[in-house]
DNA sequence: AAACTACACTAACACGTGTTAGTAAGGCTT
DNA sequence: AAGCCTTACTAACACGTGTTAGTGTAGTTT
């Protein structure tokens, strides 16, 4: 019923030769000579039987695994959100074609349970990219400590940790800039998440000392916190305009909640741009395409996924890597979901 | 510097006794009797070294590898739609939560190559779980054949599958004559990929056919085949809107490509759903709270991701399956994207 | 007293691979 | 003819584990 598996020693017997002859042939070892004639009658044997060798074992004599490890920490976001999935799929390709799997991790955190444990202790994996890792995640600063392969996609300010970030403090500059320029002064935000997480802290803060730079405070009045979805983003937008009806311009954590923002705006009967601007954070595929076309603050997830893989893949083959921590610069892409403040 | 790993002889060192005794102990094995106190000496070494079994030997030794393959096919619709995402994600839970680890695997189908082999083959993993296959897949009926575990989402046909799929036709009916009943008579589709792809197939004969039941014709003039992304959504909608001005009510492939098809119709100044209907398939966490919120047939993808996933432990750990293609039903959600045909 | 049972544990094998040290034979040099 | 190099190959080990058959001892039965 269940086809043996087919063994290097099967294809020995065939060949008429030792298992270690056809090791050495299939590798391409040139440490001992072999007659082409041997060489061949053994390629051909592996090819007749459909031969390969036995990932385990071959895991287990080299000691590597060829596999990566995928912790995606923000669970709740993972269903709802779809910038995780376009770094995920990005990080793939890149690993696949550098010759390495990806194992996917999805945890929650229990108390005194160190996550990353069985993964690496078990030597399940080679690496482990970290997504959106907590800046005081003790466990995670423990694994740096060992020296393991980790890259991040977001920095915990680990002195030896390889990270991915895109800094977006210029963009919000920008889109700042462009928010006032419309005449806009009633100002409001809606973070993707509750406060404590790296991006939505950050890009509150630079909004933040923005406005203030140009005299305007961002009072917390003006912040209602969304929680990864479009529903979040809907609701909380309700929440806003009930209590700060006057607000023209908001600022959405990102592009899902956006997506909501708007949604709560007009079932209020508010148009956008018309009667209030909308600017998001992350450019995700629809973005150009919803109406309105939405300005945001593109985050170029796949670049940023591809450059995190390559890490890994350079820091597994023991190749050198000038620069630790890479910064990305965002990029404000003004579509028409801004527009001049009404009169 | 590289810490060197800690195995089942350290362990038995330190306390003393040997390698079997450890396996023994820490497997719960009662095939032999040991004292307590011996177990309870060998279980404290174990814990003081922090040991883990090495994943290697395990898979070598008990010849499974706990790990499931996740392929993914449709490459193209991976960054642009969240469906796929939700799929996975379910699936990652269900299976870690029974003590499986997935491997993601995203592969271009290549002429001559047979994508599953490596996996399979090479005894990397114990199973593989199919994203909408495609039913002319010569090397995935082979798989099957092989009797090798496979769970599809989607069907294929072979009389052994283990698959889940979601059957639309009831609420295809029921999302007709709610856009009959409403009035309109000039019904356009732009399905959510080319032709060829089984959902887009099925859905697009399923609303043919009960828009021929009520005497109305779905000419191909009408049909406009959109490409996964919402980007493909908003100009199909652009060629088909220009092509067939009269159109009232659009039946979009899912609500990704809905996303751009509400805009293009917006950008062309037609409002939905006052001057068009806008229909979607798939019921995405942002559908309700998108403007307008979307009418859609609702697919379920965490259920079905986790009931494949059931499929999959139950096939793996030898459980009976009393059902070896499931098929869930959709449900329509009425939202505001239909109204009234203008007068 | 011999034989058996129960207990506590271990030696040895097998899983499938890559690699190193070693063997055998033939041709060449001295 | 003895020694040496080259060519072609293989035996044997190691990776770390789970398990089966077996060993020895003490206690109990016949």
Redesign the pocket.
């Known amino acids: 019923m269940k086809a043996?598996?087919?063994?290097?020693?099967?294809?020995?017997k065939l060949a008429?030769?030792?298992?270690?002859?056809?090791?050495?042939v299939?590798?391409g070892?040139d440490?001992?000579?072999?007659?082409?004639?041997?060489?061949e009658r053994v390629r051909e044997a592996a090819r007749v039987l459909g031969?390969?060798?036995?990932s385990?074992?071959?895991m287990?004599?080299?000691?590597r695994t060829d596999t990566v490890g995928l912790v995606i920490t923000e669970t709740r976001s993972i269903r709802v959100d779809a910038y995780i999935p376009m770094l995920h799929y990005a990080i793939a390709d890149v690993l696949k074609e550098a010759g390495y799997s990806l194992l996917l991790e999805t945890f929650e955190r229990k108390k005194g349970v160190n996550p990353y444990t069985d993964l690496v202790v078990s030597?399940r994996i080679d690496g482990l990219m970290v997504l959106s890792p907590h800046v005081e995640d003790k466990d995670l600063h423990a694994l740096l400590d060992s020296g393991f392969p980790v890259v991040q996609i977001g920095s915990i300010g680990h002195p030896d940790e390889l990270s991915v970030t895109t800094c977006t403090r210029d963009s919000t500059m920008e889109a700042v800039r462009h928010i006032l320029q419309l005449g806009h002064r009633a100002i409001g935000s809606v973070p993707f998440s509750p406060a404590g997480f790296s991006a939505t802290d950050s890009r509150l803060e630079e909004l933040r000392q923005e406005l203030s730079k140009n005299g305007i405070t961002l009072d917390d009045d003006c912040i209602e916190f969304g929680d990864f979805s479009a529903e979040s983003g809907y609701n909380a937008t309700l929440h806003l305009m009930r209590r700060q009806p006057q607000l023209t311009a908001i600022f959405a954590g990102n592009d899902t909640v956006a997506l909501g923002v708007i949604g709560a705006l007009n079932s209020l009967g508010l148009s956008v741009p018309g009667d209030v601007s909308v600017v998001g954070y992350d450019d995700l595929p629809f973005s150009g395409f919803i109406s309105p076309p939405l300005t945001t603050v593109k985050m170029n997830a796949d670049q940023q996924g591809r450059l995190a893989a390559d890490l890994m893949v350079k820091r597994l083959k023991g190749q050198s890597i000038p620069e630790k921590r890479l910064v990305l610069p965002s990029e404000v892409v003004l579509r028409a979901s801004t527009g001049r403040v009404r009169n």
């Open positions: 043996k598996s087919v063994t290097s020693h099967d294809v020995a008429g030769v030792s298992r270690s002859t056809v090791s050495l299939l590798n070892s440490a001992v000579s072999l007659s082409e004639e041997t060489k031969y390969r060798p036995n385990a074992a071959l287990l004599r080299k000691g030597h």
